[in-house]
């Protein structure tokens, strides 16, 4: 074959591949428009964080952030959703303790919560508190003990669940504390603090974006903290480690992930644009009025994460005998 002819086919096959090499390219940059699904209703924890760190990426010129809210299932329906989207960047999914809690309290689920994802970051965590009306009769932790001892399975509590931080992490100062309660779930911890307000449960465990607000109202009564340190906003209030149960942690953490086979590249961009929302100082400071703490761990180590508390919680309710299903 000629040397120029040689030359002219290889030049053609170059223009050939060329728009091909191109669109790889492109499906490789950041979307300019995103949709983070939250599994939670409106109003809850995960729903204002997610608008607060969407706010800030389009002021600082970054894509236009859609929140959809899509809860229902503890948290598989949104979580399957966001399995089966492109894996183009476009999607992510707003995820909580219940995106590996799932994984140990269910026979099964149509997504894997190690392999079906791309970790992008851990963002926050958030301790619990255990709140009850303030026109209950219940005063302190010890008071509402007590109280269930002495009507084993009579009072009840509320919180977002099944099979979430809130369940898992109540159910175990139940068996702790040895007493019993009457769980009654509800789609997000704004509709339990809600149900609480209007008298329709005894006690509720959540967030402190849920409840803050009105304990400050002085319409709910803060009884215990389930970090292992007292919350800055309630310094007057004991934690339940404190309390006399020892050791006892209930905390929720929040991160992002998009479904598995998302180009590298844009998973990075991700990564550097959520790092960057996270470091604003306006938003450290109403993500501190929310009661959130800052993490910012992505990438491996946010992968890392999602392992131990794979495996932390698949030992908790093996342990404690909490399924589902």
Known sequence: MPLVFRLAVTAAL??????????????????????????FPPG??????????????????????????????GTVIATELVARAAPDGATLLMMANSFVINAAVR???????LTSFEPVCLLVNSPQILVVNATS???TLADFVAAAKAKP????Y??????????????????????KLTYVPFGGGAPATNAQLGGHVMAVLANPSEVMEQV??????????????????????????ESGYKDFEAVAWFG???PAKTPKDVVASHISMFKAALANADVQAKLTAQGYNTIGVCGADFAAHIKRQHDDYTRVTKDANIKVD
């Open 137 to 139: 009769p219940f005063r």
């Open 44 to 73: 809850g924890t995960a729903d204002i964080l997610t608008r607060i760190l969407g706010e800030q990426i389009a002021k600082t010129g970054g894509p236009t952030t859609l929140v959809e809210n899509r809860p229902g299932g």
């Open 14 to 39: 170059l223009t050939m591949l060329a728009p091909a090499e191109r669109a790889v390219a492109q499906s490789a940059q950041p979307p300019r428009q995103i949709k983070i699904v939250v599994p």
């Open 107 to 113: 026979s099964s689920l149509p997504y894997d919560p």
């Open 153 to 156: 399975g009579e009072l009840n």
């Open 158 to 179: 509320a919180t977002v669940g099944p099979a979430t931080t809130q369940h898992i992490g109540m159910e175990s100062f139940l068996r702790t504390a040895g007493i």
């Open 256 to 258: 992002l992930t998009v």
């Open 216 to 241: 400050n109202a002085g319409k709910l009564r803060a009884l215990a903290v389930a970090s292992r340190e007292r919350f800055s906003q309630l310094p007057n209030t004991p934690t339940i480690a």
